[in-house]
């Protein structure tokens, strides 16, 4: 049963991406991808059921996937459960998705889990800024990607009003 499913276009193209959480069985997840070339679906695997938190209510989107305006490239980000990190992945056009690396900010690692992942591009340019909302207090942090690397990151708030619902965007 596909829990979240995010869908976006390569800027300029007929091409499309989507991530998609994926139950398969009881507590188990796993994260796929699709990318459409113009004719046909390639389905890859970026996350197995051992690193990726299921929701458990399902009302959660712990990843999402954005492209970068000027190189067209993808970029997902995750949940990585075992490490409770950040994880990522970047897809070109040339060679598929990459794998998966970890945030060296670690937004991540507060008491209690990891609730929302939302990306947002920055218009003619490379930069993706990253959002997340995680822990007990719901902190929300941000760090941005510059078409290479990620940032050092920064805490935006201490205690967003309430966890159930993403309460932030960008």
Do not use: H
């Amino acid at each position: 049963v596909a829990r979240w499913v995010r869908m976006e276009t390569q800027p300029g193209t007929n091409k499309m991406i989507f991530l998609a959480s994926i139950d398969v069985g009881a507590n188990i997840a796993e994260l796929w991808s699709g990318v459409w070339d113009g004719g046909s679906w390639t389905l890859t695997q970026l996350e197995t059921t051992a690193n990726f938190r299921k929701q458990e209510s399902g009302d959660e989107q712990c990843f999402d996937l954005a492209f970068e305006q000027n190189s067209k490239n993808a970029m997902a980000v995750w949940v990585d459960t075992n490490t409770q990190t950040l994880a990522y992945s970047t897809w070109t056009e040339s060679g598929g998705w990459v794998s998966k690396s970890l945030m060296a900010f670690n937004v991540c690692t507060v008491t209690g889990r990891q609730r929302w992942v939302k990306l947002a591009s920055k218009p003619n340019s490379n930069e993706i800024t990253a959002g997340v909302s995680a822990g007990t207090d719901n902190d929300l942090s941000a760090v941005i990607w510059n078409g290479s690397s990620w940032d050092n990151g920064v805490l935006i708030e201490g205690a967003l009003p309430r966890a159930s619902i993403r309460n932030f965007d960008l």
